[in-house]
């Protein structure tokens, strides 16, 4: 597949040379990537151009039946799914094939399985996953698919940077990957099965938006917030870099000089946000003004500004939500010792006596890549 620039965008500039693999991602971005009526729509990221895909129907539905066990174990389970389900067709992240459409075989038709994992951020509640590691046939979806490259800010990055500010601004985009539609041609390689009660039998149903699960997901979700953040970087300056450094995938965690700066720089990434289609939310800050500022649903008055701890915790947080390994979830930022030996490993973060706590001494022998700021 040829690109139609000569180099990939800007923001793929890495370090080092993208694989033949990490191009075609990247190409297939440029060619299918654009914003129709305010939200984002792509092509997904095929190894190989026209490939038929294998029946993967009937692994679905085997999946489905046994998923039928632990509903009637549970009682309320099949509603909380139902309800998500339904969700998703009020929101128009899927729509439900007929029978008609369901029979008619697209060349990258593929049916996936779906499995339910607790929200570790809402007990009791649980999220739909949509399995594309499944295998049928010997292979899975995520087989024919490119996983892209690796876009993610390292989480310790973001923290220490979040450490220089005087005021601290946090949000999350509600949805990401669903707030991305997958164009036409690719759609049907997002089906998936679920019962229909009232007729007593089984639907097909088909995932307009991108679902997670799919391994391509991640690296499509941040070159689309990133390009988005680029359109309109003339209009809102500020917003380019806040977004594409500040950010721990839907993430947004950012420190400022001062209340002013804080206002303007989260008010410009909300309104960028909100052209690409997606919602910043959750705000929280420190600052009761910026807070008030940014609130926008009426209940600012009842949130208390928040007390940002220990990097520690933030930390912790973040590594529940996006469940990383044990291992980065243990770090520790708050000794000489362990600060080091991250900006070391890392070798690209700047080191300050800023973001050490008070009763630590600063180190005069530390490495010299080790930069202060």
Not at 262 to 289: D, L, P, Y
Request: glycine share 4%; aromatic share 8%; proline share 4%.
């Amino acid at each position: 597949m040829k690109s139609k620039n000569n180099s990939t965008s800007s923001q793929f500039r890495l370090k080092k040379l993208l694989s033949s693999e990490d191009k075609r991602a990247v190409e297939i971005l440029e060619q299918t990537c654009q914003n129709k009526c305010g939200k984002y729509e792509v092509g997904l990221l095929w190894r190989n151009d026209l490939q038929k895909l294998p029946e993967s129907r009937t692994t679905a539905l085997k999946r489905l039946q046994c998923m039928r066990s632990r509903i009637l174990s549970e009682p309320d389970l099949f509603s909380k799914i139902d309800d998500q389900i339904k969700n998703l067709l009020d929101e128009g992240y899927a729509k439900q094939l007929s029978d008609e459409e369901a029979k008619k075989e697209e060349t990258r038709t593929w049916y996936l399985p779906v499995f339910i994992a607790p929200n570790p951020n809402k007990p009791g509640k649980i999220r739909l996953v949509w399995y594309a590691a499944a295998k049928t046939n010997g292979v899975c979806l995520n087989d024919f698919l490119l996983s892209g490259p690796d876009c993610l800010n390292p989480l310790i990055d973001v923290l220490l940077a979040f450490r220089v500010g005087k005021v601290a601004v946090s949000g999350d985009i509600a949805e990401m990957f669903h707030r991305i539609n997958i164009r036409q041609e690719d759609m049907h390689s997002q089906c998936f099965l679920w019962y229909d009660v009232n007729r007593n039998k089984i639907n097909t149903y088909v995932m307009r938006a991108m679902t997670f699960g799919i391994n391509c997901a991640p690296f499509i979700a941040h070159y689309v917030r990133d390009k988005n953040a680029e359109v309109h970087q003339q209009q809102f300056p500020l917003t380019l870099d806040a977004i594409q450094r500040a950010h721990y995938v839907d993430d947004f965690i950012d420190s400022m000089s001062d209340e002013q700066k804080a206002i303007e720089i989260s008010s410009q990434v909300k309104e960028v946000h909100s052209r690409g289609g997606f919602e910043i939310r959750n705000w929280a800050s420190k600052s009761s003004t910026v807070l008030s500022y940014l609130k926008n649903d009426g209940d600012a008055k009842k949130q208390e500004p928040v007390q940002f701890g220990a990097t520690e915790k933030v930390l912790e947080n973040l590594a529940i939500k996006h469940q990383l390994r044990p291992r980065a979830a243990r770090i520790t930022v708050g000794g000489l010792e362990s600060m080091e030996a991250v900006a070391a490993s890392s070798g690209n973060i700047e080191y300050s006596e800023m973001l050490l706590p008070k009763d630590v001494f600063w180190n005069p022998n530390r490495p010299a890549h080790v930069r202060g700021r």
